[in-house]
């Protein structure tokens, strides 16, 4: 079944903004954080933005004070809102659930192409 819904991705020129969301399905149980990764062609994926079941961010250096993570609580979902988007933003990006009940798990969405060009 499809656990990980991702949306948002797509098309935008150097300096837009585009909005990244990924729902989590409700069966996963134990949720300690959500987020984003990337990995462009011939890069391994890298952490762009995380927040955790209390709330805390993380970014990634490239991307802080351009990029937002939120979460919506009550309906499980992550957003990633990025702006002052820039070319090297370029890549597939994918939604990460990491749950720790009832064991350690990593859920990954399917991806979703961002490209940043004019």
């Known amino acids: 079944q499809v656990q990980l819904v991702e949306s948002g991705g797509g098309l935008v020129q150097p300096g837009g903004s585009l909005t990244l969301s990924c729902a989590a399905s409700?069966?996963?149980?134990?949720?300690?954080?959500m987020g984003w990764y990337r990995q462009a062609p011939g890069n391994q994926r890298e952490m762009v933005a995380s927040?955790?079941?209390?709330?805390?961010?993380t970014y990634a250096d490239a991307v802080r004070g351009r990029f937002i993570i939120s979460r919506d609580t009550a309906d499980n979902t992550v957003s990633l809102q990025m702006s002052s988007l820039k070319p090297e933003d370029t890549s597939v990006y994918f939604c990460n659930v990491h749950t720790v009940v009832p064991r350690p798990y990593d859920y990954w969405g399917q991806g979703t192409q961002v490209t940043v060009s004019s």
């Open positions: 927040i955790s079941r209390a709330g805390t961010t």
């Open positions: 409700r069966n996963i149980f134990g949720i300690a954080s």
